[in-house]
C-alpha cells in the first residue's frame, strides 16, 4: 500500500493542476470566457480524454494494492468466519457435551438414592437381625440362669424338707414308736434292699 502513495499522489496532483493551468492561461490572456468558449467541442474532447487518461492511470496503479487489500481482507473474513464456526461447533459440543452430563448425573442421582435406600434397607434388616439373636441369646442366658437358680433353690427347698421330714420323722420315731415297731421297720428295710 506504502508503494502505490505516491504515484496516487502525482495522479492526483496533475489531473487537480491541469485544469488550474488551463485556467490560467485563460486568465493571463485576458479572454476568460471567450477563451472557453473558444475550446470547442476539440478542447472538451481533449479534457474527457485527459480525465480517461488520469482515471486509467490510477485504476492501473491502484489495481494491484487494491487487489491485494481486499484479497488480504477476504482472507481475513475467511480465517474469522472459520475461527467463528470452529468456536460455534466447539460450543454446541460442550454445550450437548454438558447437558449428557446434566443428564447422567440425574440419573447417577436416582440410582445413588435408590442404592442408599437398598443399602439401608439391607443395614436395617442385619441391625434387626442381630438384635433378634442378641434378644434370643439374652433370653436363652436369662432361662439358663432362671433354671439353674430353680434347681438350686428346689435343692435347698429339698434339702429343707428333707431334714424337716428326718427330724419330724426321728420326733415321731422317738416319740410314737415302739420297740416292736422299730424292729418291724428295720425288717422291711433289709427285704426291700
Do not use: N, W, Y
Given at each position: 500500500?506504502?508503494?502505490?502513495?505516491?504515484?496516487?499522489?502525482?495522479?492526483?496532483?496533475?489531473?487537480?493542476?491541469?485544469?488550474?493551468?488551463?485556467?490560467?492561461?485563460?486568465?493571463?490572456?485576458?479572454?476568460?470566457e471567450k477563451a472557453h468558449e473558444e475550446e470547442g467541442p476539440l478542447g472538451t474532447a481533449f479534457k474527457w480524454v485527459n480525465l480517461l487518461?488520469?482515471?486509467g492511470g490510477v485504476v492501473y496503479l491502484l489495481r494491484k494494492p487494491a487487489r491485494e487489500f481486499f484479497e488480504t481482507r477476504k482472507?481475513?473474513?475467511?480465517?474469522?468466519?472459520?475461527?467463528?464456526?470452529?468456536?460455534?461447533?466447539?460450543?454446541s459440543r460442550r454445550m450437548s457435551e454438558i447437558e449428557q452430563r446434566l443428564a447422567r448425573m440425574s440419573q447417577d442421582i436416582a440410582a445413588m438414592k435408590?442404592?442408599?435406600?437398598?443399602?439401608?434397607s439391607k443395614e436395617r434388616d442385619n441391625i434387626l437381625a442381630d438384635a433378634k439373636r442378641d434378644v434370643e441369646r439374652l433370653v436363652d442366658?436369662?432361662?439358663?440362669?432362671?433354671?439353674?437358680?430353680?434347681?438350686?433353690?428346689?435343692?435347698?427347698?429339698?434339702?429343707?424338707?428333707?431334714?424337716?421330714v428326718v427330724e419330724r420323722a426321728g420326733h415321731t420315731l422317738e416319740t410314737q414308736m415302739t420297740e416292736d415297731d422299730q424292729k418291724r421297720v428295720v425288717v422291711r428295710f433289709l427285704n426291700k434292699v
Open positions: 500500500m506504502k508503494k502505490f502513495l505516491p504515484a496516487a499522489l502525482l495522479c492526483l496532483a496533475l489531473s487537480i493542476g491541469s485544469p488550474l493551468v488551463h485556467a490560467q492561461e485563460a486568465e493571463e490572456g485576458g479572454h476568460g487518461v488520469l482515471i482472507k481475513d473474513i475467511t480465517i474469522g468466519l472459520d475461527r467463528a464456526k470452529t468456536a460455534q461447533e466447539e460450543s435408590t442404592q442408599a435406600e437398598t443399602d439401608s442366658q436369662s432361662r439358663q440362669e432362671i433354671d439353674r437358680i430353680a434347681r438350686g433353690i428346689e435343692r435347698d427347698i429339698k434339702g429343707k424338707i428333707a431334714d424337716a
